[in-house]
């Protein structure tokens, strides 16, 4: 952060990390889609032609078949279809969309990777990649404001499509920090405690948790013995929880519970 001009204060775009095959593997926080150093170097990707069928990715599928026919015919070598791929949805993405899915890729390969099954062993979870996902712009990701990249849905999906790649685990943590903590807050928080905890989610300076199972009942929401009542200025709590995501971690907990 903050070496050759980098820049992390522009909401609403993922930010960029460096090619994994230059020697300085740190992810730089310039604006992703403007001065990316490895813009230039992605594989080009086959677009379908344009179509009126809602049905985008069967008239790509089609698209593709097609070509594969007329190659033949010609006596020129089909391109070879991609195995994760088959129906063509990439070529319908967004230009954003896909600097998004290639980046985080990279992060993926470069630091999930090498690194994960000697968690696995050690029985830990590696809190040392909570500030590379979250130079990327990974947590809320979706969200407006607060410090969040403020992208759509489907950059969200392919967010969590390449960490699941990597580890499941992974990807539960930035699922969980980001849509059962950080967008609570940010659709039903006061504007005090959106400005409070929002930013530094963001920033994974705060890990939050999301309390809901419970050993009685499991995710059951109508079975949850755990209650709160107000008492003065504060909530006080009562019950059990288990299996809660990130709680080993967190800094910050969303308990379900009970109100008279």
């Not at 410090?147 to 849905?153: D, I, R, T, W």
């Not at 400005?195 to 079975?223: I, K, W």
């Amino acid at each position: 952060m903050g070496d050759k001009g980098c820049t992390s204060d522009r909401p609403g775009v993922i930010r960029g990390c460096a090619d994994v095959r230059a020697a300085d593997t740190r992810y730089h926080a310039r604006p992703f889609l403007k001065g990316s150093p490895f813009r230039d170097r992605r594989a080009p990707v086959a677009k379908a032609a344009p179509t009126p069928d809602a049905a985008g990715a069967t008239a790509a599928a089609a698209a593709t078949a097609a070509a594969a026919a007329t190659a033949a015919a010609a006596g020129t070598p089909a391109a070879a279809l991609d195995p994760l791929d088959l129906y063509a949805v990439r070529s319908t993405l967004s230009e954003e969309e896909r600097l998004v899915q290639e980046s985080v890729a990279r992060l993926v390969d470069a630091e999930v990777l090498p690194l994960i099954q000697r968690c696995f062993e050690e029985h830990r979870f590696p809190k040392e990649l909570i500030p590379k996902l979250a130079s990327l712009g990974l947590l809320g990701s979706s969200l407006t404001g607060y410090e969040c990249a403020g992208l759509n849905a489907i950059s969200y999906g392919l967010i969590c499509q390449e960490l699941e790649r990597g580890d499941s685990g992974i990807r539960s943590f930035v699922s969980v920090q980001s849509s059962l903590c950080m967008y609570p807050i940010w659709a039903f928080g006061s504007e005090e405690q959106k400005q409070r905890y929002l930013p530094r989610m963001a920033r994974g300076e705060l890990v939050g948790c999301f309390g809901l199972t419970e050993p009685h009942g499991g995710s059951d929401p109508a079975n949850m013995k755990t209650h709160a009542k107000k008492r003065g200025g504060d909530w006080v709590v009562n019950g059990s929880k288990m299996w809660i995501t990130n709680g080993s971690i967190a800094d910050l907990a969303l308990v379900w519970a009970m109100t008279p």
